[in-house]
Nanobody, 125 residues
Framework: QVQLVESGGGLVQAGDSLRLSCTISPRHTFKNYNIGWFRQASGTEREFVAAINTRGLLTDYGASVKGRFTVSRDNSENKAYLQMNSLKADDTAVYYC?????????????????WGQGTQVTVSS
């Protein structure tokens, strides 16, 4: 059973930075999965944030975060990261990481694959 755990969320001020981590177990499965980051603000639908393919050579970003957020992964540590800079109040949400076999599925669907429980990010203005 693949399990994902997000960490690194918290309360920050507008303009600050934060780095989220996503750890996947079992360890040996990590390299087989494309990783996506999603977020869901209260009362809204889940939104695509970023994705990175299995080898870390391909990335995509949602329009609202492009240029401010950076997704990365370290296959030797079975972790993925989301570096968030210049945070805004609109970035406030629960952030989830997801693992899927097919990369394009991360871009086209907010369902399927394996998901973590989420980590809260709150940005005060």
């Amino acid at each position: 059973q693949v399990q994902l755990v997000e960490s690194g969320g918290g309360l920050v001020q507008a303009g600050d930075s934060l780095r989220l981590s996503c750890t996947i177990s079992p360890r040996h499965t990590f390299k087989n999965y494309n990783i996506g980051w999603f977020r869901q603000a209260s009362g809204t639908e889940r939104e695509f944030v970023a994705a990175i393919n299995t080898r870390g050579l391909l990335t995509d970003y949602g329009a609202s975060v492009k240029g401010r957020f950076t997704v990365s992964r370290d296959n030797s540590e079975n972790k993925a990261y989301l570096q968030m800079n210049s945070l805004k109040a609109d970035d406030t949400a629960v952030y989830y990481c997801a693992a899927k076999i097919i990369y394009s599925d991360l871009l086209t669907s907010t369902e399927g694959g394996y998901w973590g429980q989420g980590t809260q990010v709150t940005v005060s203005s």
